[in-house]
């Protein structure tokens, strides 16, 4: 094991994220503050509770999350992507570290911010919203689960990528949509029947509902499917790294 | 002498199905200082992306610093140290860092002292405080080399280490290649600047269209292929080479006032005595007379020119 590799990269991407603090963490945190006085302080107020949570609370997890996976992704898309297009790829692909040691110093630090990320929203929607966690275990379990498998997944994305545009594309094409239509502002069950089915093929659903469970310990898929499902996208995830490291595909010619 | 990489039957196919390298076979000894020359697009870079993990190979074998550079490619990475050809860097990051990180991604705990006598040694010393994108270009080359010896390689690649850099600091990098070698780091380099493998090589390998089409020492080399010049400054100008002359490989300068002479230094008889006897008989005088030997440029162009003709 090459731990002072990994060390490395993980630093150096820790230190990219100080560098532009404002960017990493101040720009998602602002923006979820926006969806908490819009949503919920203005527009919930005159809405009614949902499974007996006030529909301010209700909203957290998901808001927590629709941040957590655009960071992850992105975090970790750039993180690789930026070496490639710089060039600078060349020492990582000479090192002596192994594909698992570069995906954990990459993936490492793209979801170690992602985490910090979700703490700081978590303690901000404190300052507009009341609300509580049942189960503290579980929440942070599956804070830090999504954010290594969406890290992973935009560590994917990355290294497909061949221009910003593909970098942006993925987050903004379907994830946005995924999770807004993934229950972070409404339950599943509000919705007609067909589209209950449909929403089942959202894997954003399976997120939502478990993050919203180690809250309230309410719903809207039964909390071990969801764990299951969550961790059948990390499995996912994982063959594809190994699949690109194994066939060097975008990397190595 | 021990080798320090052994490359074996090697070539290269692209996707493509087009050929970068065909059946390399190449020994480098430990402290050796070789240098790769080529044209543009020769494989140069590709050998060298092999060798360091850039690339895949698609059959052969090779050994770097005594380890297979697949099946122990871990043991084989931490030997060997690569200034590529491009510059690339992270703008954002310090010398310092970019040159600790290096040394960590090679798996060697921080060693303060040798990155600083590094940045030291290489003149960056002052800078290592300062963002890469501040620094010039030939700072930038600097650094590039400080990144490749952070790990203390034995073995260090230079991919055109002095492209687009000014003289004063190539005398440097020539200089810093010479301690080096005094520490038996084996230094593999390509460059278009022949002047460059004159200066420092030991041994000299030429490829062209992916096959090596000759490997030997440099003195060798030059005392082989190299032809000599005999130069005879005339007292009057002549209008063309006398016919006493013609049987020998004489030319007559543009304005008249010089009679070059080519012959080869390897043979018994340069014939030099005897063309100045006829110069004699025939009554030409002249001022001054100098030989010259042909360069290594001049070796190298003509040889892939030969190769080139067939």
Redesign the interface.
Known sequence: M????V???Y??EM??MR?TLMQSVLSPVISTCLYFVVFGSAIGSRMGNIDNIEYAAYIIPGLVMLSLLMQSISNASFAIYMPKF???I?????????YVEVVLGYVGAAATKSVILGLIILATARLFVDYSVLHPFWMLSFLILTSVTFSMFGFIIGIWADGFEKLQIVPMMIVTPLTFLGGTFYSIDMLPDIWQTISLFNPVVYLISAFRWAFYGVSDVNVGVSAGMIMLFLAACMTGIWWIFKT?YRL?? | MQSDISVKNLNKVYEGGFQALKNINLEISRGEIFALLGPNGAGKTTLISIICGIANMSTGEVVAGGYDIVKDYRKARETIGLVPQELSTDSFETVWNAVSFSRGLFGKAPKPAHIEKVLRDLSLWDKRNNRIMTLSGGMKRRLMIAKALSHEPRILFLDEPTAGVDVELRRDMWEMVRKLREDEVTIILTTHYIEEAEEMADRIGVIRQGEIILVEEKSILMSKLGKKELRLQLQHKLESVPSELAAESVELSDDGYELIYTFDSQQEQSGVARLLRTLGDIGIEYRDLRTRESSLEEIFVGLVHEQATG
């Open positions: 090459n731990f002072y590799g060390r490395a990269i630093n150096f230190s990219r560098r710089s060039g600078t060349y020492e990582v692909l000479s090192a002596p570290v192994s060097g190595r010619t």
